[in-house]
């Protein structure tokens, strides 16, 4: 079957970016190549933009970047955001009470970067799996001593809140919690952090509005993503790939399951489907 893709969606953790957090040279040469014919790719994560390898922020020839799940969608040529949907400061501080009532590393993005509490930081281990993503962490955020007077003293509209919980039994409880709060999108790409976005934030919706922006058809999107918060990104693009890694759920809602991401399983997609090596 033939696809005119004009853009491409890359998810980063378990997709574009190996378990170590690497992205390797053949995924790198596939992506400029993949540029140069005129195809707009960019990174679609649940990371802050601060968050996002630097590499990758500063990749040639990738000029936009959809953050935070969707909630801040950036033109990094014109360092300008084009798209936000931000979280009330009221939701934000209600979510954080939920969450703070059980053994979690919670953390809010404004503007881009990551903020979480200093003390759980020191013990990010406990929260964390990966020792690439507890390094990853201790990178990327701002350690505070308390995120809920933070997000009072700043008194606005922010990213995302994230939580990690070293206990499942207590995500789980947490999870049935703020799906009653309202005006909340809940996802977790990790099997056990809670994602929250304002309300219908999502992936999927941010790559075709910025498709609509560029004036490129939904049918003409790629998506790659293995967790979660990708599923509705996959169903929503004209081709949803997930990875050989993905969650059961996700690969349900591709058009094609690729490679791992240790196997360089987004340039064997776009090799295969899009460059046509």
Same mark, same amino acid.
Do not use: Q
């Given at each position: 079957m033939e696809h005119k893709i004009k853009m491409i969606g890359l998810d980063l953790d378990g997709t574009l970016l190996t378990d170590k957090k690497e992205l390797t040279a053949r995924t790198k040469a596939v992506i400029s190549r993949t540029l140069s014919q005129g195809i707009v790719v960019l990174v679609a994560t649940g990371r802050?933009?601060?968050?996002?390898?630097?590499?990758?922020?500063?990749?040639?020839?990738m000029r936009y970047a959809l953050t935070s799940n969707g909630a801040r969608v950036i033109d990094t040529q014109e360092n300008r955001v084009i798209e936000e949907h931000l979280l009330s400061p009221r939701l934000a501080l209600k979510v954080l009470e939920t969450c703070g009532k059980y053994d979690t590393l919670q953390e809010v993005y404004f503007d881009g970067q990551g903020y979480a509490p200093a003390d759980k930081m020191a013990?990010?281990?406990?929260?964390?799996?990966?020792?690439?993503?507890?390094?990853?962490?201790? =990178?990327?955020? %701002?350690?505070?001593?308390?995120?809920?007077?933070?997000?009072?003293?700043? &008194?606005? $509209?922010?990213?995302?809140v994230q939580a990690l919980f070293a206990d499942m039994g207590e995500r789980t409880q947490a999870w049935t919690e703020l799906?009653?709060?309202?005006?909340?999108?809940?996802?977790?790409?990790?099997?056990? =952090?809670?994602? %929250?976005?304002?309300?219908?934030?999502?992936?999927?919706?941010?790559?075709? &509005?910025? $498709?609509k922006m560029l004036r490129i058809k939904r049918g003409?999107?790629?998506?790659?993503?293995?967790?979660?918060?990708?599923?509705?990104?996959?169903?929503?693009v004209g081709i949803g790939v997930a990875m050989a890694n993905a969650e059961a759920k996700v690969k349900e809602a591709a058009d094609y399951i690729t490679m791992s991401n240790e196997e360089d399983g987004v340039a064997e997609a776009i090799e295969k489907m899009v460059l046509r090596v």
């Open positions: 802050p933009w601060m968050g996002i390898p630097e590499e990758l922020r500063n990749f040639p020839g013990s990010v281990e406990r929260y964390h799996r990966n020792p690439s993503m507890c390094e990853y962490m201790r =990178n990327t955020r %701002i350690p505070v001593d308390n995120i809920a007077e933070l997000v009072k003293e700043e &008194n606005r $509209g922010l990213d995302k799906r009653e709060v309202g005006g909340l999108e809940l996802v977790g790409s990790l099997k056990y =952090n809670i994602e %929250i976005n304002a309300a219908g934030v999502n992936k999927g919706t941010g790559l075709v &509005n910025l $498709g003409e999107i790629m998506a790659f993503g293995d967790g979660d918060n990708d599923i509705v990104m996959l169903k929503e």
